[in-house]
């Protein structure tokens, strides 16, 4: 176990793909500030390193799974929500994204690090939408159902998705190959 950090409120962890680093979001609420940063520590032991400048108004940075893309999340409005795609080495936005956060839950790069996914309304049920960050038109993943879609994690190979789907009688888990398989 390695502390992240002992100020601010550390949250959403990442391990780096060869397993060296961890990241984290630092939430610093001193002297009434909302405002988050992103940092790093090497899983060896050693200081924190701030990879992100601290942001305000930023609800969440989340990374691609190669490490290369962060995505910074800004809560405008109650309804008006915008993603910036960011080169993690450089600081430098790449794209800006007009998220749509009709339903609240998890957010996350897609397995191959080309689209953001994120939980969302759509004709009254619960789905997941994929969001290409190249601009390209959406699709949705799962759904819509009239079950919670409460948890999903990418496979290793980014191309097998998780999903953890909530029922009144059991807890349902769908494995999807994204590349258009049938479930199993």
């Known amino acids: 176990m390695t ?15 060869d397993s ?4 984290f979001n630092l939430r610093d609420r001193a002297a009434g500030s909302a405002s988050i940063s992103f940092w790093s520590i090497p899983l060896a032991g050693g200081t924190p390193h701030q990879e992100l400048s601290a942001v305000s108004k930023a609800n969440t940075f989340i990374l691609s799974p190669d490490a290369k893309l962060a995505m910074v999340v800004y ?7 915008t993603g910036s795609i960011v080169d993690f080495k ?4 790449l794209r800006q994204l007009s998220v749509d956060l009709t339903a609240l839950g998890m957010m996350s790069f897609s397995g191959d690090g080309k689209g953001v996914v994120r939980n969302v309304i759509v004709n009254g049920g619960n ?5 290409p960050i190249d601009g390209s038109p959406t699709h949705l993943l799962v759904g819509p159902t009239h079950e919670e879609l409460s948890a999903f994690r990418w496979s290793p190979s ?15 888990v769908l494995i999807k190959d994204v590349a258009g398989s049938p479930a199993h």
Request: a positive charge; proline letters at 4%; glycine letters at 6%.
């Open 3 to 17: 502390q992240l950090t002992n100020s601010g409120i550390a949250r959403v962890p990442y391990c780096s793909p």
């Open 20 to 23: 060296q680093t961890a990241y």
């Open 75 to 81: 809560l405008r409005e109650l309804d008006q929500v």
């Open 90 to 93: 450089t600081g430098q936005v």
């Open 127 to 131: 789905a997941l939408l994929y969001q």
């Open 158 to 172: 980014g191309k097998l998705l998780a999903v953890l789907q909530q029922r009144k009688s059991s807890d349902v």
